[in-house]
């Protein structure tokens, strides 16, 4: 099972880093989300995968019987998609703040904050 | 115990829980802010004393024994981090009193600023790689805010960069954690320095060190990964400057230094050749993009730059007193560099710009704020006896032994550019008359914005020149935590207990 997922992964980062490539910061913004859950696939993965068997012990008993899924994985994950959930959501609004106030999502007319040909006067 | 260790982060967070309400009032605001600095240093000191008498010291939160749950640790190296944010994070919260504006205030800067520092004192003390993944997202979330608060074009037009980079480092950090847990199935980095050399395969380790360098690197800025930097360090109010300016960069280098000395400390050839490349490009690039630039803060970000590859130049020569040279210059650099955008700051109110063509006299008008940023802006370039002089020398001395002289070269070299940058300054903004009216004295601003703009440059200055002419118990520090570093038996020991590090093999 592990070596489909991981095929997946794969090509998820190639359709997110050809989406980053992109000059327009919305494909860029689409782009970081896919690599985004393909990270936390990548996680879930790194924990081996083990097929309908929950990490769950039984009463009376201190260890489960048999093996169980990896549960750690799944919060590391958990946490993850949290956090990446704040951070693209603030991304996105971001975006939008910035093409009410500047006018574009074109990455090379963003040119605000480092002019192309800064005022080079030297002081006499 | 375990509560004192905790407190670095849980003090800024309940800081800004506190301000949040307040920010209708900027001086209640202001203050509670400043409040919560103070009690910081305050824990600050405490760790640094217990720490520096009893070694290392190790906290389980919710009393789940490392490496299962999640650890908190102090060393010599945090104790230090830790210290230095918290006098950074006072200055700052004091500078900031007159100079963020109502506006911002209101919309929570004390706030953010307050979760920006428990971002970066809970990276300095976790000894959880996830963990520390979280700190690193709270300190980005928290600086997202201070970059665009406000909404100006600029900022939103810096901030964009900012963040699109950085969430692309997070990614990478992300992935590499999820790729080192596979391998060894731990994540805490004291368990991590004993499983990692146990895994039988040097391609996937390999490929994991490069990995974590490309995400530490990202957020510490060295050579081909630092454009984010210039592009968006001078957007926001010059407070926000230079906290990011002293703190930011810094922890990516800490988490640089930790990873590469306690949980790679093999397959040191590859790994610390690629630092020392990125190290010796990040000086020389850094410095040569601020001799280009005509603005004084775009002159200091460059330079930000250049000195974080003096940082990894420390971690990548790999000797007990290179690692010290680093410890030290870290220590010397926020100092010197928070100080160099306060000045900055004020020099604009004084003058009205930042650009080097617009503004000038500043010596004339206010001789006092003239000195303080001689003493800062020279000590960066390294003149004997400020303090950047011995940060230097530490790391001269280190490649001299290693023979690595092209190295040496290459710092002298940038210490040079470093000067030319800084004369330029002090040519430009300093001397020569103000070209279009004249320079306001700092007799002119109201007495006490006057003072909240003079007491944290007056107090950094003053480290700057404590450092520089009694460095040798700054020194013997700097030693001992490179020590630690480097024999990390004692941390292995209060993490996962007494005789751990018998399995550690060779290292």
């Known amino acids: 099972m592990e070596g489909p997922l991981a095929l997946v992964v794969g090509i998820l980062i190639a359709t997110g880093v050809y989406l980053m490539l992109a000059r327009d910061l919305l494909h860029y913004l689409f782009g970081l989300i896919l690599i985004s859950n393909a990270a936390n696939l990548a996680i879930f993965i790194t924990g081996r995968l083990t097929r309908a068997a929950p990490a769950l012990v039984p009463k009376g008993l201190e260890v489960p019987p048999m093996p169980v899924a990896n549960p750690l994985p799944q919060a590391l994950i958990l946490t993850a998609i949290v956090i990446g959930f704040g951070l693209l959501a603030f991304a996105l609004a971001l975006i939008a703040q910035a093409y009410k106030v500047l006018g574009t999502l074109d990455v090379d007319s963003m040119r605000i904050a480092e002019p192309v040909k800064p005022k080079r006067k030297k002081s006499p | ?507």
């Open chain 2, 1 to 507: 115990m375990s509560w004192l260790l905790a407190l670095p982060f849980l003090i800024p967070i309940f800081t800004a829980l506190a301000a949040f309400p307040a920010r209708g009032r900027p001086l209640l605001c202001g203050s509670i802010s400043i409040c919560g600095c103070v009690l910081m240093l305050g824990i600050a000191i405490a760790i640094m004393i217990l720490v520096e008498t009893g070694g290392p010291r190790a906290a389980q939160m919710g009393d789940w024994a490392a490496p299962f749950g999640i650890t908190l640790v102090a060393d010599r190296l945090s104790a230090v981090m830790l210290l230095i944010s918290a006098i950074v994070g006072l200055c700052v919260s004091l500078f900031s009193l007159s100079d963020i504006d109502e506006k911002r205030v209101k919309l929570g800067f004390h706030s953010f600023f307050q979760l920006l520092l428990a971002g970066v004192c809970g990276s300095f003390i976790t000894g959880d790689l996830f963990n520390l993944y979280v700190w690193f997202e709270v300190m980005l979330i928290a600086s997202f805010a201070l970059l665009v608060l406000g909404g100006d074009r600029i900022q939103l037009d810096g901030g964009i960069k900012y963040v699109a980079l950085n969430l692309v480092s997070t990614l990478l950090m992300l992935t590499s954690i999820g790729m080192i847990y596979g391998l060894t199935g731990t994540l805490n980095m004291a368990q991590l320095h004993i499983s990692l050399a146990t895994v039988d395969n040097p391609v996937a380790v390999s490929a994991l060190a490069v990995l974590f360098i490309s995400a530490f690197g990202i957020k510490a800025a060295i050579f081909p990964l630092f454009f984010w930097l210039p592009a968006s360090y001078h957007a926001p109010p010059v407070a926000v400057t230079a906290v990011f300016a002293g703190l930011l960069t810094k922890v990516g280098v800490y988490a640089l230094i930790r990873t590469f000395t306690l949980i790679f400390p093999t397959d040191l050839g590859f790994t610390h050749n690629i630092l020392l490349g990125a190290a010796l490009l990040t000086m020389l690039t850094g410095v040569l993009g601020a001799a280009a630039q005509y603005e004084f803060r775009k002159i200091l970000a460059f330079h930000i730059i250049s000195q974080i590859g003096f940082l990894v130049l420390g971690l990548a020569l790999n000797s007990p007193l290179a690692l010290a040279g680093s410890v030290f210059y870290m220590v010397h650099n926020i100092v010197a560099k928070t100080n160099l955008f306060l000045i900055s700051g004020t020099a604009q109110r004084l003058t009205g710009s930042y650009e080097l063509s617009e503004i000038g006299g500043v010596y004339q008008a206010s001789p006092l704020l003239s000195t303080f940023f001689f003493i800062a802006a020279f000590s960066l370039a390294g003149f004997p006896p400020l303090s950047g002089f011995w940060a230097k020398l530490l790391l001269l001395k280190a490649s001299m032994e290693q023979a690595a002289y092209l190295v040496a070269a290459v710092a002298l070299i940038t210490g040079a550019l470093t000067l030319y940058s800084m004369s330029k300054i002090w040519a430009e903004v300093f001397w020569k008359d103000h070209p279009k009216s004249y320079c306001s004295n700092l007799y002119e601003i109201p007495r006490t914005e006057r003072l909240q703009r003079l007491l944290p440059v007056a107090l950094l200055a003053f480290i700057t020149l404590g450092l520089g002419l009694v460095p040798e118990p700054f020194i013997d520090y700097s030693l001992g935590a490179a020590n630690e570093l480097l024999e990390p038996r004692e941390y292995l020991d209060a993490v996962l207990g007494e005789g751990s590090a018998q399995y550690t093999g060779n290292h």
